[in-house]
């Protein structure tokens, strides 16, 4: 069993930057394929980057791209995704998932493991 922990959200204003990370509890989670999801009020939840374990590959939801950066540390069991140039349409729970077969993918069933969440607001 692998715990997430996510830490780093919170209320910036438009065009404000901020750095989210995400902690796991056991030192394999180097072996895994990580992903930033996001649920905003009454949306579904929606994919927004993800890492290999080697940090080798990334992918990004246009969204996003250009603006959203993901990287990880493997010593410290950490994967980070740097915000920036926010918009009040980036408001929502962050979450990141864990999938073990370390595949990058945008599908939410592929990750085995899911934090609990952290805030985002983006006011205008």
């Known amino acids: 069993q692998v715990q997430l922990v996510e830490s780093g959200g919170g209320l910036v204003q438009a065009g404000g930057s901020l750095r989210l990370s995400c902690t796991a509890s056991?030192?394999?989670?180097?072996?895994?394929?990580i992903a930033w999801f996001r649920q905003a009020p009454g949306k579904e939840r929606e994919f927004v980057a993800a890492?290999?374990?080697?940090?080798?590959?990334?992918d990004y939801a246009d969204s996003v791209n250009g603006r959203f950066t993901i990287s990880r540390d493997n010593a410290k069991n950490t994967v980070y995704l740097q915000m920036n140039g926010l918009k009040p349409e980036d408001t929502a729970v962050y979450y990141c998932?864990?999938?073990?077969?370390?595949?990058?993918?945008?599908?939410?069933?592929?990750?085995?493991?899911w934090g609990q969440g952290t805030q985002v607001t983006v006011s205008s």
């Open positions: 998932a864990a999938d073990t077969g370390n595949f990058i993918s945008r599908t939410q069933a592929r990750y085995d493991y």
């Open positions: 056991r030192r394999t989670f180097s072996n895994y394929a």
């Open positions: 890492i290999t374990w080697s940090g080798g590959t990334t």
